[in-house]
């Protein structure tokens, strides 16, 4: 009865943020505040001194988003096409959106006062909607989806750095 409840509050949820009208609180993601919109050539999840790291690389810059372990496993899975023996957040979102006729078209991160923010478009029944998302989880649907993902170019230049010779060890 438990799992049933569960189960129905995430159908709910699910319903309820699909339904949301495009007047609300929401940006375009393209417009990402008019700046310029850099596509994400490589993902990588990485280990370093302070937890997972998520590697987002494009014109020879990385950016790094520091992850919780769960979120790192989610985005490590999808990038290698392994199944997790339970599905994860991001697994049960993806099969939701599958199974419902959704997809995502695309993600875009941003920098806003030091903090990683993104915006999640996603299609469905003929109309496309954009939510805001953590930086980190908008990542792990758009991976699920082959989708692409975005980084605001003001972002990229700020907090990025060389790619690094020597690569991290990997989760």
């Known amino acids: 009865m438990r799992a049933m409840t569960r189960w129905w509050s995430v159908l709910s949820l699910l319903s309820l943020l699909l339904t949301l009208s495009a007047s609300g609180p929401q940006a375009r993601a393209d417009e990402a505040g008019g700046a310029s919109l850099v596509t994400i050539g490589e993902v990588h999840v990485r280990l370093s001194d302070h937890g997972p790291v998520v590697l987002l690389s494009a014109e020879g810059k990385t950016v790094r988003i520091f992850v919780d ?29 599958e199974a419902l006729g959704g997809r995502v078209v695309k993600t ?20 496309e909607k954009v939510f805001d998302s953590r930086s980190s989880d908008s990542i792990a649907l758009a991976i699920h989806f082959k989708a692409p993902i975005l980084v605001d170019r003001a972002a990229l230049d700020a907090v990025s750095s060389p790619i690094p010779d020597s690569k991290p060890q990997t989760l």
């Open 108 to 127: 875009v991160i941003t920098l806003k006062a030091g903090t990683y923010y993104g915006t999640l478009t996603v299609a469905f029944q003929g109309q």
């Open 69 to 97: 372990h769960t979120v790192a496993g989610s985005i490590q899975s999808a990038l290698t096409g392994t199944k997790l023996p339970r599905p994860l957040s991001h697994d049960l979102m993806h099969s939701i959106l």
